[in-house]
């Protein structure tokens, strides 16, 4: 008996959360089927993305409800958006994404003209990266945040320090 290969139905990513105080924009590469359900980034209980920016923030970040964690990213300068913004795909692996749509950086620059850093979260977001130094934005790739990514919290959390340190910099160049 042959198998018959289902095809995945095309998906479109969330809505960029940003604004004209972003001075840092992470980007992952497409929602997880968690996330997309919820309509919330990085929804899935294991990923270490909620966590990590609470560490870095120091804000209890992973208690707090997703409106309030936004407003507390918002507020930080913190922006959330994905490299991919429509593909198809079965599940939530990255490798299983077919048929991507790029997100466009001017579309970010335009809504966030702020943005002093762009950090892909995890190597298949960090594929567009080429198309956002292009945009003369500085970018720098980061371990991924999945939990389908095992290294441990604090190599992730020690290369994520990034994050604070640039929205540091950033407040000193306003003050």
């Known amino acids: ?4 290969r289902t095809v995945a139905a095309r998906q479109r990513g969330l809505a960029p959360v940003w ?4 001075r840092v924009l992470v980007l992952g590469s497409f929602p997880g089927a968690a996330s997309l ?3 919330q ?5 294991r990923n270490h993305f909620w966590p990590l920016l609470g560490e870095l923030l120091r804000l209890p970040l992973p208690n707090w409800p997703y409106e309030r964690r936004v407003r507390a990213l918002g507020d930080a300068g913190v922006g959330l ?3 991919i913004v429509a593909c ?16 466009d950086p001017a579309v970010a620059l335009a809504a966030a003209p702020a943005i002093a850093l762009v950090c892909f979260n995890g190597q298949t977001a960090a594929r567009a990266q080429p198309r956002w130094r292009a ?32 929205l540091r910099a950033a407040d000193r160049q306003i003050r």
């Open 41 to 45: 980034y990085y929804a899935h209980p």
């Open 19 to 22: 604004g004209p105080g972003t």
């Open 135 to 166: 945009a003369g934005l500085a970018t720098v790739a980061l371990p991924s945040t999945s939990p389908a990514y095992t290294r441990p919290l604090a190599e992730k959390l020690a290369a994520w320090r990034v994050v604070a340190d640039t």
């Open 81 to 83: 958006w994905d490299t």
């Open 1 to 4: 008996m042959r198998s018959r």
């Open 37 to 39: 359900a919820a309509g």
């Open 88 to 103: 198809a795909r079965d599940g939530s692996l990255d490798g299983a994404i077919r048929d991507p749509e790029w997100g």
